[in-house]
């Protein structure tokens, strides 16, 4: 597999592109010429071993990593550089593998504060809350309820939910399913295909790499910071030996 942009992939132009972007965390040099692409109605999934770079990847796009090289394009934004709540601003949702529920506060203030952020318009917040529960109806009934309080599966709805209200565009999803009942993973990894399906840009940092690669159209592989497999996931699925070399701990 080649770390250029796989043959195949659809013409429009990429709703996120990252190109030859380098990360670091104080001196230490993490993404080493990170290049990917996500486009509107995809779901893109970025594997690799425990430590590879997915994550800050990810943090990278968000702004929460220094880059000192390389680009980061986002609906014609440049972002790097950016501070975090400018991305969001911009259309972007963030779930972090932690779900971070904000302490003691309800369902519905999670929301609200998650369209604050995103500089949601007052006249529009209800509407945003009710785009999050049609694709979580289950937390109709838990509004008001505290969020940390819920339960693992709850929390992780919440933190979607959130996301979807500040990513109006596209989503960041950092290991959804960890933690979860094997069941409630796959409903999670379905929820996130159907909002791909449904027109937003979807890249999903994932440990769980048969599930991925089943939700996926495609997917990029880090090892030590680099690119070092890509393709149509239906491809990389045909071919063992990549997982064998770079996921297999």
């Known amino acids: 597999m080649s770390a250029a942009a796989p043959q195949g992939a659809p013409e429009h132009p990429p709703l996120l592109d990252v190109e030859d972007v380098h990360g670091y965390y104080g001196l230490a040099h993490v993404l080493q010429g990170v290049s990917l692409s996500v486009r509107p109605g995809e779901l893109v999934a970025l594997l690799g071993r425990n430590g590879a770079g997915k994550t800050t990847t990810v943090k990278a796009v968000m702004g929460m990593v220094a880059v000192r090289a390389g680009q980061i394009r986002f609906s014609g934004h440049d972002f790097v550089g950016l501070p975090t709540e400018r991305v969001a601003q911009l259309g972007v949702g963030y779930v972090p593998e932690d779900r971070r529920m904000f302490p003691g506060m309800t369902v519905r203030e999670n929301f609200r504060l998650a369209a604050l952020g995103a500089r949601v318009r007052k006249a529009e917040q209800q509407a945003a809350q009710d785009r999050a529960l049609q694709v979580f109806p289950q937390l109709t009934d838990h509004l008001d309820r505290v969020a940390s309080r819920l339960s693992g599966g709850q929390q992780q709805m919440v933190a979607v939910g959130r996301a979807l209200i500040c990513g109006r565009k596209l989503l960041l999803v950092d290991e959804v399913t960890q933690g979860l009942a094997p069941n ?59 997982l064998e070399q770079f996921l297999t701990l």
């Open 184 to 242: 409630i993973a796959t409903e999670m990894g379905r929820t996130l295909r159907r909002v791909a399906d449904e027109g937003r840009g979807v890249l999903l940092v994932e440990q769980n790499s048969q599930m991925a690669l089943e939700l996926a159209d495609r997917v990029y592989v880090l090892d030590q910071g680099v690119v070092v497999a890509s393709g149509e996931a239906a491809q990389i699925r045909s071919d063992p030996t990549w």
